[in-house]
C-alpha cells in the first residue's frame, strides 16, 4: 500500500548576478519610497534648468502659423510610449553608473551653456532629450536607458529646428508643392500657371504662402509615422519604410489641399476659399493618417506589438 505524500512546494527561481544578489527592477522598487524621491527632484531640477527654454517652446507651439503646433502633443506621446511597455520597463534591472552618467551630464551641460552663450536656441534645444538620457544614465543605469531611448530621443520632434535648415527644408517644399497643384490643376483648366509661388487660374490667383507650403504638414506627419512605426509590430525594413512614406505623403497631401484651395476659389469665389482653406489642413491630416495606416497594412505591419 503506497502512502500518498505531501506535493513539493513549487520553488520560484529569481536571477542573480555574480555576487548571487538579485537584480534591483522598477517592479522591486514599488514601495521604495526614497529612489522615487530622488527621481521627482532630479525630474524638478530639469524643469529648474531648462525652465526659460520650455517657455521659449510654449511661444513656438501656441504662435499663429506656427510651425511645431504638433509640439504640444510631443510629451504625451512619449509618456504613452513609456507606458505602453510598462511591463518590460518594469523587469529591466537597474544599475546606476556614476561615472559615465556623470560625464555625459557633463558634456550635454556643457554644451548647452556654450549654445546659450553664443545665443544659439535652437542647438540648446535639441540638447535637451540627450540631457535626459545622461540623467537616466546616472540613476537607473545603461540599461533602462537603452530601453527608454525611442521616448526620449522622441521629444526632438518638439524643439525648433535651427533656422538655416529650416529655410532651405521649407522654400523647398513651397516650390514642389506649387509646381505639383499647378500640374493637377492643368488637367482641369489649361490656362493654369504658376509664377514663382503664384498660381495662375483663369478667374483667380492662389499665392502659396510659407505657412501653405507644406513643412508643417511634413512634420507634423513625420513625427506621427515615426510613433506609428514603433508602435507597429512587422519586418524593421517595413517600419523604416513607413516612417519614410511621411516623406513623399506628406508632399502629396499638401499639393492635393492647394489644388481644392484653387478649385475652390475659380468656382465659389475667393471668401469661400479663404474658409475652406482654413479647415483643409485638418481634413488633409486625416487623409494622411488613414493612408499611413494603409500603407502599414501593405508593409505587412498590420498589429500593434504593445500592449495597451
Not at 522654400?171 to 514663382?196: D, M, N, P, R, Y
Request: hydrophobic residues 55%; positive net charge.
Amino acid at each position: 500500500m503506497k502512502l500518498a505524500g505531501r506535493p513539493r512546494a513549487k520553488t520560484m527561481e529569481v536571477s542573480t548576478d555574480k555576487a548571487g544578489r538579485a537584480p534591483i527592477t522598477i517592479e522591486a522598487l514599488r514601495k521604495d519610497y526614497l529612489s522615487w524621491a530622488l527621481v521627482g527632484i532630479s525630474l524638478a531640477i530639469v524643469f529648474v534648468m531648462y525652465q526659460h527654454t520650455m517657455a521659449r517652446w510654449w511661444e513656438m507651439w501656441w504662435a499663429t502659423d506656427s510651425r511645431y503646433s504638433h509640439g504640444i502633443l510631443v510629451p504625451f506621446i512619449s509618456a504613452f510610449a513609456v507606458y505602453a511597455e510598462r511591463d518590460r520597463l518594469s523587469k529591466v534591472e537597474i544599475r546606476p553608473n556614476l561615472v559615465l552618467g556623470t560625464v555625459a551630464l557633463a558634456l550635454v551641460m556643457l554644451t548647452g551653456m556654450v549654445y546659450r552663450a553664443a545665443r544659439i536656441p535652437s542647438m540648446e534645444s535639441v540638447a535637451f532629450p540627450l540631457f535626459i538620457l545622461s540623467a537616466i544614465v546616472l540613476l537607473l543605469g545603461v540599461r533602462m536607458a537603452y530601453a527608454l531611448i525611442f521616448p526620449c530621443l522622441f521629444l526632438l520632434f518638439m524643439v525648433p529646428w535651427p533656422g538655416f535648415l529650416l529655410a532651405k527644408t521649407e522654400s523647398a517644399t513651397q516650390l514642389w508643392s506649387t509646381a505639383a497643384a499647378t500640374q493637377i490643376l492643368h488637367v482641369f483648366f489649361k490656362e493654369a500657371s504658376h509664377e514663382g509661388i503664384t498660381i495662375l487660374m483663369p478667374s483667380v490667383a492662389v499665392k502659396v504662402a510659407t505657412a501653405c507650403s507644406g513643412f508643417r504638414t511634413l512634420i507634423s506627419l513625420f513625427a506621427f509615422s515615426t510613433f506609428f512605426a514603433y508602435m507597429k509590430d512587422g519586418p524593421r525594413l517595413g517600419r523604416i519604410a513607413l516612417v519614410l512614406s511621411a516623406l513623399p505623403l506628406g508632399l502629396v497631401a499638401n499639393s492635393i489641399r492647394i489644388t481644392l484651395v484653387a478649385l475652390v476659389g475659380e468656382f465659389w469665389g475667393e471668401d469661400v476659399m479663404h474658409a475652406f482653406h482654413d479647415y483643409s489642413g485638418y481634413m488633409m491630416l486625416v487623409v494622411a493618417f488613414v493612408a499611413l495606416e494603409l500603407i502599414s497594412r501593405v508593409l505587412k505591419c498590420r498589429k500593434f506589438r504593445l500592449a495597451l
